[in-house]
Structures are given as structure tokens and as C-alpha cells.
């Protein structure tokens, strides 16, 4: 298993990107366990881009449940209705919102957090199982390409669901 991520000496994301998803990749081939993936890949896209928290919500019963995450310590338990999260796992697609206080029935967990991408990550039956949540410190910090590859990243969760 790598202990170390190799990245290219840039701020240009979709080359980060490119050299960290084989990584990820390669972190989670052969290890089984889903925690320690999700772990894994939030320690990995945190550590890559500098983002203000990275983490995951499960779906457990009626809501969002937080697993593995990298950054201050956030919200617990997320209803389907509240926040970005619970609408992306709502509307089944990636949100990207440039502020989160513009966002209706916004959750501050941080008042740090300027700006978030939530990725939902599907099971085998085609329902949200959990979703990807990434925070920033700075506003309007995503854009299509967090988007792109980052359902790339969630798609080698899916493959071990």
C-alpha cells in the first residue's frame, strides 16, 4: 500500500486529478473494507487540493450518517431535506454551490465553510447509498472538473458496494 501521494507541482486541478485518481485507485484495490477506503480517498483528496473538509455521509434508516472525514469536526446526522447534502442524495445528482449562504436551508456546520460540491455515490440498485461531501474556505471553488473527476473518484466506491 502507498503511504505517500505523488503530485505534480501545480494548481491546475484536472492535472492533479489525473495523477491522483490512479493512486486512489490503487490505494483501494484489494482492501475490502469500506471505511477504511472512504478514509482513505477523503485523506487523499484533502491532502491533494488543501480543501477546508472532505467526508463522507451514509445513508442509515431515514438520513445522513457522517463516516470517514478529513477536517474540523462537522455535523453528525443530516435529514433528506436539509442542506446540500440532503439535496443531492434527494435529487440524486452533484451539486456544486459557488456560496453556501445563498443555498436554501443551508446546514452551517462551519461558518469557514464559502462554498461546496456534494457527489452522491449510488449502490448496486441504483439508490444513493452515500454521498461525497467537499467544503472550501474560499468562495465559488468548484466548478465542472471537481465535478467530472470527482464522480470518478466515487465511482471506484461504487464498484466495491
Not at 490512479?22 to 471505511?35: H, K, R, S, Y
Not at 480517498?41 to 472532505?54: D, K, Y
Not at 472525514?69 to 443531492?88: E, M, N, Y
Not at 466548478?143 to 470518478?152: C, G, N, P, Q, R
Request: charged content about 20%; some cysteine; proline content about 5%.
Amino acid at each position: 500500500m502507498a503511504e505517500t501521494l505523488y503530485l505534480p507541482d501545480t494548481k491546475n486541478r484536472e492535472v492533479l486529478y489525473e495523477s491522483l485518481l490512479p493512486q486512489i485507485a490503487a490505494l483501494v484495490e484489494g482492501e475490502n473494507d469500506l471505511i477504511a477506503n472512504l478514509a482513505n480517498i477523503a485523506a487523499a483528496l484533502r491532502e491533494a487540493f488543501g480543501f477546508f473538509w472532505v467526508g463522507f455521509y451514509l445513508k442509515k434508516e431515514n438520513q445522513l450518517v457522517l463516516g470517514p472525514f478529513q477536517g474540523p469536526i462537522a455535523c453528525t446526522r443530516i435529514h433528506f431535506d436539509k442542506g446540500v447534502c440532503g439535496a443531492s442524495y434527494t435529487q440524486q445528482k452533484t451539486l456544486i454551490v459557488p456560496d453556501v449562504e445563498l443555498f436554501p436551508g443551508h446546514i452551517a456546520c462551519s461558518s469557514a465553510s464559502k462554498s461546496e460540491i456534494v457527489v452522491p455515490v449510488f449502490a448496486p440498485d441504483g439508490s444513493v447509498a452515500m454521498v461525497l461531501d467537499v467544503d472550501s474556505d474560499v468562495l465559488d471553488d468548484f466548478s465542472e472538473i471537481d465535478a467530472e473527476w470527482l464522480k470518478k473518484v466515487v465511482g471506484l466506491i461504487e464498484q466495491k458496494l
